[in-house]
Each structure stands twice: as structure tokens, then as C-alpha cells.
């Protein structure tokens, strides 16, 4: 039995000095195709292993009986064995390093192949990604054993592999010593996770180079550093332009530096590449080469010596059906679903992705900053504190000598195997691991051994007063409040830039809050942007219910007794990567163009390009839409102004703008020619600049006026016209039927509303609304009664509102008053307790029959918008029905609202239900569920419809934020008024 792994003397065994990740050819042809498949140097050996899996490595059997076959790459967890597991911060194993539990589940691989070994060539074995660690047999001699899930480990078999037919068998365990710095917040997975594959080497050889860039006077050179081993080499140089002209060849002999005359700059926006090909007599090795320069000058970053801001994402590698495990199409994938949404930067949190990552990255242009396989977040959950602070309790690894050479070997393998790619603009030492003497090494190391990016580390965050932390060229945040970040710029106590690492919190209903940190990376230049946490949504696949519906799997799930629920589920995309709303409210925050009005009249508009390389013109278009009450009276294209990046300039606009109304322009940027992963045409995204201020009200046939009869009970008023009959409930204090031709509006009684279905950005403050007992206020009406006045109703009312055991929630004086035509006006007059946490929302709640599903309204649309997220839509008249409003998460929660309504018109197939109008805008929200029932469920799959369509109209709703990771709720998207009135109509359509 072997225990390197919870040795941390032995990281490695037997294993080659990492390098720079490139594939080796026996042609030039074959190696400028980029596919490493087709190398002859390469054997894959993906595929079908022999596999057999032991609960616990302490007791397996010494002779491994190969039952079962298992896919490499794969995850065993997602192949029926062992258990799926989510556990953000805590460990799931006890915290007693350098050991690991005995009952440490072990997967055995065993393939077979055969080579013809060739004389003088030597044979290595790659694996790109094992979790977490393993012991390799070949041809039954024990070979070695390597950890660090997510980097690769290489082993030279020259001397145990034999011409014929081989066996490699590698055991891998689930927990090793290196566990303790991969306390990722992620499903918990386990095997051969990446591609594993045999290299045959050249004897003599280039073992590794690194290929720098720099831009001088003359334009720019490019410069190649060479590692040779096993004889003499003297490699031919060849640089080839993007277009595939040569520029340079030269033996290494003659100089290893290419100058390259005009050169065309590496960015995200122009990702041009060129080629260099590296030849010795027996190899051929093929690197694209991005010319670029990445600094800080006065505490702002450069990049080719322009200002550049990051509209990042953070990327898991995450799938719900195959988990760790990423093809290169998936990836594509994502880097289309990103570059459509302007994304333009990831963090590759937490951990090196696949080592062909980086190269798509250089290709379709995307910066990454590029993290190490560091996290030790768990060391927060242990039981004493030992009277240490948070900043020494989180350092309690990163200042443990025991783990110092584990945390430079991961960071070493991080830059080592990436350093030659141009997207890579920061490298990060890793994430919530603390910081002490092994970061401040890793980080000095990181500075000597590639001086030419910068170096990223949240966790300095945490460094005590006796810490170093100059070799970090940024600050770097996670979610703090806009205040913080003021200040930091405010008040320079440090000059470095800054970057947000991790920000709005993209679980569930949100984020609310993306413009106003977008706002602040405007002000400041030493801003230079953010990161989303996260682009994806993880969970488990499922399979579907009865009638269809997909089920998704999170924390707790799988019958696992660790875990965090839900919080794996907070991405700008679904698990198969469907945008979420808040994907397409980032993606218009971060809008590469942005305009404003210039001109009182309208008539001009001021554009700004936000870009950071490209002009205008060379990369958008713009659509207009003239708006007058809702309806589109002209609408063209107009071609650009050349605007250099961040720069405005003026655009007539053609058009007089009507004066009368309320009048709109709508300004559509879109894409001018196609691009690899984004088509021309393209919504790169939008402005709505208001020209005139104006309310847009419903075309509404007007009813005949007819006398009005009242009646009055104890419990009731009866309102009697031609063709209607009201009826309003004492016990509520709102109507509870409202028959028109004979057709009844409300199924149920209409009721006053205050609660909303949490979001998983309310799990803070909705513990306080719970305690309020907003959830089960209860109504009480203190007085109502009816006049008659000018030949329409009066009815007023005092109601209020009180949860058991707990004091009034808030005062309603209500007045309705019915017309010969039967529309209700209400003014509503409301006051709220002042000691009691700000309302969830205030308005009231229609429950409409189930075929009354069709709404028309003027409003935020044609998606969900709040106070804080409505940058995604615009205001319009759109139409919708119930089931199409419905904006879907795993988690149920809140959904579906549309800010700032003029009016809501819901009808039947035939036309007849009602309308909600106000005089000032409103919330407005369609749904074919009830909130209980979005507050009951824990997943979407498990939503039963209301038998109702449920149409509330709110005075306000509270905006959504972003803290179920980041703060609160900023002040002014709180519903905290304590005295506010409340105007809304009720029209009956026929
Ligand atoms: C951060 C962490 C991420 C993730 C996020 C919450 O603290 O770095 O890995 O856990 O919080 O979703
Ligand atoms: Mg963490």
C-alpha cells in the first residue's frame, strides 16, 4: 500500500518537470493545422478502461479483479458509483492534514495498448486532469504518483514500456493530501476527468521554450527562449503572419529574437494570431503567437498601452451530465454564449482549465486571468478560533509551513504550463486560501518568473499587518458594497488598480445591482472592471418528470448529509447554458455603445463607444425606432461615425421629434459583418432615450353609462349596473366579485398583497419579513361604508394589516370609487410600521380565471424588470401571456415582474377581463403560479399552476440586489416607505 498521498514530502513521484503546453509533430503541415489528433507524435488514449471501484482504498483487496469498464475522461460519481456531493465551504472529510479519511474511495483503471518503440525516442505519459491524485502501475512496475487535480502530471515510460502490447493501471483516489487546497465551491467529483495521452518524444529535442512579445519603436518582436535536452538541437525558427506569409526564418543559432515590422496587436476585440514554428530534425512544434503588452502605468491597466476594462465572467468547468468533464465543442459553446453578451473576460475559477483552453481563448479573443489550484476556504468552518481574527483564521494554510511547497507547486504548474499564451493577462495565485509566507514565495516567483503579466490574488485581502504583498500589481475585491469602492479610489491608500474578482452574485432572480458597479468602472480608470460570479448554473441532470419537465439536481439532492442546496445554482446560464434574464441584463450594462440625449429637442443624441481597441464603425451598426404612445412611427438604419474607443460624438438624429405623447427612441447596436462565434446582425444591445415624457393608456371601447343600485349588508356592498354586478368585501376591504356580462373577473377574492416568493437574493431579509409575518399578514377591516355621490359609489375603508402574535404591519385607508360605466378608481393611502423591515412588496392581488392568460401592457419588457434590473428591457407595449411571463430557475423564487407599468390589460381568447391602469407607473406581474407556491416548491420541476391566473399590481416591489454573496439591498430600491399612496383603476374589458 502505498501513502504518498498524505505525505507532503511526496507531491509527486517519478514525475517530468512541467513545461509549456504544446503537442509535438513530425511535419510542419500537420503541426500549423492546430489538431493535435492528427499528430502521429500522439497516441489518445480516451476510451474504454477496465475499471473497478472500492469504497475505501484502507481495505481494498491487493489483487484488483477488473469487473467493469468506465469512459475516460469521466467523473465515476456521474457513472453510478460512490455519491454526488455539493459542499461549498466546508470540507467534506475531517480537517486533520496531512491525512485523509481511510475510508477514502478508490477508482482502479487499467487499459491496454500497443506501441512500436522507436530507437532513440523517448515515451511519455500525459494526464491533463486526475482528481485527486494517482498511483500509476505500468506493465505491473509502480511508476509514480502525481496530485493537483486540474494540471498536468507527465511520466517518461521509456524504460518500462516494451514494443507490443502494455498495460498502464492507474489507481485514483478521491481525497489526498492536495484536497485540502481544492476546497473549490463545487460538486465534489472524482477520476480521470481530462484526456490522458502517451507522447513520443524526440531524443534530441525541445523540451520547453516561452515566447515573449514586446512592442518597441520598430514595431514589435517576438522573442523565443529555448529548452533543449538529449544532444544537440539547433532549431529552425519560423514566424508566420496572421495571413500565413512568412516574416521571419532563422536558426536559433542566429538569434532567437523575430522582429516583426507593423505589427497587428493581440486583443480581445482583434484577435489576430500569428505563428511561430519551432523545427528540430525530428519534431516540429506549432505555437500561436499573440502580439500584445499588458502593464500598469498610474495605477491603471494597460494593455498595447491603451486603457482596458474587463467584462468578466467567472467559469467553471461544469456540465450536468458529464460534470468535470468539458469537450472543446462545449467550451465554443461557452465562449459564444459569452462573446454574444459582450463578455470579453474569464476567470478560470478556480483552477487551470484544460490546457487547450487558453488556445481558444488567444483564438476567438477572450483575456483570461488564469488561476492556480488553490483553495482552502474550509479552514473558516473549524471549531475553535483560538481567539485568531478572520484574517488569521482564513491564513491558517497559507501560513502553515507544511502546505508551502504545495501551494508553490500548484502555482508553478499553472504558469508554467500557460505561459505562452497572449489571452492570459493576470495570473492568479489561487482563491480564499489566506495569505502568509507561501503566497508571498508563490507571488515573488510568479514576478521573477514571468515579469510580463500581472499578478492577481484576492486572498491578500486577508494578509496580516507582517505580510508582503508588492508583488501584486492589482487590488483585488470580491463583492464589495459600491462604498468600499469609492473610497478605495476616494481616498488611495493604495494606488494599484483594481479589479473585482468576484461581484453580483448571479444566483437565482438577479443580479439587481449590475449597472451601479458598471457605473463605477466608468468614473474610475484605475476601475479596470469585474467578474461575475458565475457564468454557469451546476447541477445534476435528472432526467425528466412524467409530463416532460427537466429535473436538476443540487446540494442535498443525492442523499448526501453535507451540503449547500442551491448555491452551486448561480450562473448567467442554465446548466445547458440558457441565458438567464440576468445574462441579458449584463449583457446591455456592459453594451459596447452607449448613448444619451445631447440636444433638448432630441434631435441629437451624444454616443460614446465603449470599446477598448475598435472605432465605431468598425464593429456596430445602429437601428432606431421612433416611439410615440407605444407604437413605432419611423424606424432606419444609420450607418456609424468613425468614434475611436472610448470616445462620443454627436448623431442627428433623423427625425422632428412629435410633440405630442409620450415619445421614445429606441438606438439597436448590432454587429456589422460575421465574426467566428457571433453573426453579423447581431444585438450587440440597446438604448431608449426619452424624447417626451408621456402616459400611454390603453384604446378601450367606453362602456355605456347606466344607473348604479346599492346595496348593503353586514359582511358586504352590492354595486348593481347594466350588465355588471360588484360586490365589495367588508372582511377584506376589496372586491370579491365582479361579474360583467354575466362573466365573473375574480374566481377568488382579490386580496391585498405584501408578500413575494423569496429570491435567492432575499434569504437574508426574508428571514426579517418572515418574522414580521409578511408571509401571513392577516386583514382586518376597521370600517367600510358606501354614498352615493354624483351618480357613482363612494366606498371607503380602513383596513389592517397583522400577523399573528405580532404588531400591525401597516394602515390602509382605501376609498373606490365605481362609476356609471363600472370602473374603479382606488387611492389607496398606506401607512407602513417604521419597525418593521422593508416590505417584500405592496399592492394588491387578482385571482383571474385561468383562461383570462393574455396580457397587453405598457411597461418594462418584454422581460422580467425591477427597480435595480430592468436594463435588459426597455419600456414598450408588449403582449404576453401567463405562462410565457413565467422566467424560470431551479429554485423557485420570484419571477416575472415588469417595472414601471402605465397599464395591464389580461383577457380571455375572445377578448373579455380586465385592465389595471394607473396614474403613476406601477409593478405589474402575470403568473400561472401563485407565490405560495413559488415559496413552497425547492425546485421548478415540482411547480403545480394555480387554478387561477394570478395578476398582481403593485404600488412597488422591492428590487433584487445581489446578496445572497454581495450586500444588501441598496436603500433606494427598498420598499421602506412608511407613508405612501397608491392610485390604480379597474376597467372591465369587454
Ligand atoms: C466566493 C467564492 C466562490 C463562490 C462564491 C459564492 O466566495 O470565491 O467560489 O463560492 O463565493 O457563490
Ligand atoms: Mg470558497
Excluded at 448571479?506 to 449597472?515: L, T, V
Excluded at 404591519?809 to 374603479?824: K, L, M, P, Q, S
Excluded at 403613476?920 to 421548478?940: C, G, I, V
Aim: net charge negative; aromatic share 10%; glycine share 8%.
Amino acid at each position: 500500500m502505498h501513502y504518498e498521498h498524505e505525505n507532503p514530502e511526496t507531491l509527486h513521484v517519478n514525475t517530468l518537470p512541467s513545461r509549456a503546453y504544446f503537442i509535438p509533430f513530425s511535419n510542419e503541415q500537420t503541426a500549423l493545422s492546430g489538431e493535435r489528433e492528427i499528430s502521429d507524435r500522439m497516441t489518445l488514449l480516451n476510451g474504454d478502461w477496465d475499471f473497478a471501484y472500492f469504497p475505501s482504498y484502507a481495505v481494498m483487496p491487493d489483487t484488483i479483479e477488473y469487473t467493469d469498464t468506465i469512459a475516460v475522461p469521466s467523473v465515476w460519481q456521474l457513472k453510478g458509483y460512490d455519491q454526488n456531493q455539493y459542499t461549498n465551504v466546508r470540507y467534506p472529510f475531517p480537517y486533520d492534514p496531512p491525512y485523509v479519511p481511510a475510508e477514502n474511495p478508490a477508482g482502479a483503471y487499467r487499459r491496454t495498448f500497443s506501441l512500436e518503440k522507436r530507437e532513440g525516442f523517448r515515451y511519455q505519459l500525459h494526464f491533463e486532469g486526475v482528481d485527486s491524485c494517482l498511483y500509476l502501475t505500468v506493465n505491473g512496475t509502480y511508476a509514480g504518483f502525481t496530485q493537483v487535480s486540474h494540471s498536468t502530471s507527465a511520466f517518461d515510460l521509456t524504460d518500462l514500456l516494451i514494443s507490443g502490447e502494455n498495460t498502464l493501471e492507474v489507481l485514483v483516489l478521491k481525497w489526498c493530501f492536495g484536497s485540502y487546497l481544492e476546497d473549490q465551491d463545487k460538486f465534489r467529483m472524482s477520476g480521470i476527468f481530462r484526456d490522458v495521452y502517451l507522447l513520443e518524444r524526440a531524443g534530441a529535442r525541445v523540451e520547453d521554450f516561452t515566447v515573449r512579445t514586446t512592442l518597441n519603436a520598430d514595431g514589435a518582436e517576438v522573442s523565443v527562449a529555448l529548452e533543449t535536452v538529449g544532444g544537440a538541437v539547433d532549431p529552425l525558427l519560423t514566424l508566420y503572419a496572421p495571413d500565413g506569409s512568412l516574416i521571419a526564418r532563422q536558426r536559433a543559432s542566429e538569434g532567437t529574437a523575430l522582429p516583426v515590422r507593423s505589427p497587428m496587436l493581440w486583443t480581445a476585440e482583434t484577435p489576430v494570431l500569428y505563428t511561430l514554428v519551432i523545427q528540430t530534425e525530428d519534431e516540429v512544434i506549432a505555437q500561436k503567437v499573440g502580439i500584445r503588452e499588458i502593464c500598469v502605468e498610474n495605477g491603471v491597466v494597460l494593455l498595447n498601452g491603451s486603457p482596458v476594462k474587463f467584462h468578466g465572467v467567472n467559469r467553471h468547468d461544469s456540465d450536468p451530465k458529464t460534470g468535470f468533464i468539458i469537450s472543446q465543442e462545449q467550451l465554443i459553446r461557452d465562449l459564444q454564449v459569452m462573446k454574444q453578451h459582450n463578455i470579453n473576460a474569464i476567470r478560470t475559477s478556480h483552477y487551470p482549465n484544460a490546457p487547450w483552453m487558453p488556445e481558444l481563448c488567444d483564438r476567438y479573443g477572450m483575456y483570461l486571468i488564469s488561476e492556480s489550484d488553490v483553495e482552502s476556504h474550509g479552514v473558516v468552518m473549524l471549531y475553535a478560533d483560538h481567539g485568531m481574527n478572520l484574517k488569521q483564521r482564513f491564513s491558517l494554510i497559507a501560513r502553515d509551513p507544511m502546505f508551502e511547497e504545495a501551494i508553490a507547486d500548484r502555482v508553478r504548474l499553472n504558469v508554467q504550463r500557460d505561459r505562452n499564451h497572449a489571452c492570459i493577462v493576470m495570473w492568479s495565485l489561487g482563491n480564499e486560501a489566506g495569505f502568509g509566507p507561501a503566497f508571498e514565495k508563490a507571488g515573488r516567483w510568479v514576478k521573477a518568473y514571468d515579469p510580463t503579466r500581472l499578478c492577481h490574488y484576492e486572498g491578500a485581502y486577508y494578509a496580516q499587518e507582517d505580510c508582503d504583498t508588492s508583488m501584486l500589481d492589482i487590488t483585488s475585491r470580491m463583492y464589495p458594497p459600491l462604498t468600499d469602492i469609492i473610497d478605495y479610489f476616494e481616498n488611495k491608500r493604495d494606488q494599484r488598480p483594481l479589479v473585482l474578482c468576484e461581484y453580483i452574485h448571479a444566483m437565482g432572480n438577479g443580479p439587481g445591482d449590475a449597472q451601479n458597479y458598471q457605473e463605477l468602472i466608468e468614473r474610475y480608470p484605475g476601475f479596470c472592471g469585474g467578474f461575475v460570479w458565475e457564468f454557469c448554473d451546476h447541477a445534476i441532470d435528472g432526467g425528466h418528470t412524467a409530463d416532460g419537465r427537466q429535473i436538476y439536481h443540487y446540494g442535498g439532492d443525492s442523499g448526501e448529509a453535507l451540503h449547500d442546496g442551491n448555491f452551486c445554482v448561480d450562473g448567467l446560464v442554465s446548466p445547458d447554458r440558457k441565458p438567464h434574464t440576468g445574462m441579458l441584463e449584463y449583457r446591455n450594462v456592459i453594451r459596447p455603445l452607449c448613448a444619451r440625449i445631447s440636444e433638448t429637442d432630441g434631435s441629437s443624441i451624444s454616443l460614446t463607444n465603449r470599446m477598448d481597441f475598435l472605432a465605431a464603425d468598425e464593429f456596430a451598426g445602429l437601428r432606431y425606432e421612433l416611439v410615440q404612445n407605444g407604437k413605432i412611427i419611423q424606424e432606419g438604419s444609420l450607418a456609424l461615425p468613425h468614434i475611436l474607443p472610448h470616445q462620443s460624438a454627436q448623431l442627428r438624429m433623423p427625425f422632428d421629434v412629435p410633440s405630442e405623447g409620450a415619445v421614445l427612441v429606441n438606438l439597436f447596436y448590432h454587429t456589422l459583418a460575421d465574426q467566428p462565434l457571433v453573426p453579423k446582425g447581431h444585438l450587440l444591445g440597446f438604448d431608449q432615450l426619452t424624447l417626451r415624457e408621456g402616459r400611454v393608456m390603453p384604446a378601450l371601447p367606453k362602456r355605456q353609462e347606466s344607473a348604479l343600485t346599492l346595496e348593503e349588508t353586514k359582511t358586504r356592498i352590492s354595486l348593481l349596473g347594466d350588465g355588471f354586478h360588484y360586490s365589495f368585501s367588508k372582511i377584506t376591504g376589496l372586491f370579491d366579485s365582479l361579474i360583467v356580462e354575466n362573466r365573473e373577473m375574480l374566481v377568488a377574492p382579490m386580496a391585498w398583497n405584501i408578500w413575494r416568493a423569496p429570491t435567492d437574493n432575499d434569504q437574508y431579509i426574508s428571514v426579517e419579513w418572515v418574522k414580521a409575518g409578511y408571509n401571513e399578514a392577516q386583514t382586518r377591516v376597521l370600517k367600510a361604508s358606501a354614498v352615493e355621490r354624483n351618480g357613482a359609489v363612494v366606498i371607503t375603508a380602513e383596513i389592517a394589516l397583522a400577523a399573528v402574535f405580532r404588531e400591525r404591519i401597516a394602515t390602509i385607508h382605501a376609498c373606490f370609487t365605481v362609476n356609471r360605466r363600472g370602473e374603479i378608481s382606488s387611492e389607496l393611502t398606506v401607512q407602513k410600521n417604521g419597525d418593521m423591515p422593508f416590505l417584500p412588496r405592496f399592492g394588491v392581488r387578482f385571482f383571474l380565471p385561468k383562461a383570462c392568460d393574455q396580457a397587453e401592457y405598457y411597461g418594462y419588457g418584454p422581460t422580467e424588470s425591477y427597480e435595480d434590473k430592468h436594463y435588459a428591457t426597455r419600456l414598450g407595449l408588449f403582449k404576453t401571456t401567463a405562462a410565457e411571463n413565467y422566467a424560470d430557475t431551479i429554485m423557485p423564487q420570484e419571477n416575472g415582474s415588469h417595472y414601471r407599468c402605465d397599464y395591464v390589460t389580461v383577457t380571455n381568447a375572445q377578448g373579455g377581463g380586465l385592465c389595471v391602469l394607473s396614474e403613476t407607473p406601477f409593478s405589474m406581474n402575470l403568473s400561472p403560479y401563485t407565490q405560495e407556491e413559488l415559496t413552497a416548491k425547492r425546485h421548478n420541476y415540482e411547480l403545480e399552476e394555480s387554478d387561477y391566473t394570478v395578476l398582481c399590481a403593485d404600488y412597488r416591489l422591492s428590487g433584487i440586489g445581489s446578496n445572497s454573496c454581495g450586500p444588501e439591498l441598496l436603500p433606494e430600491y427598498r420598499l421602506d416607505e412608511t407613508d405612501f399612496r397608491f392610485s390604480f383603476q379597474i376597467l372591465p374589458v369587454l
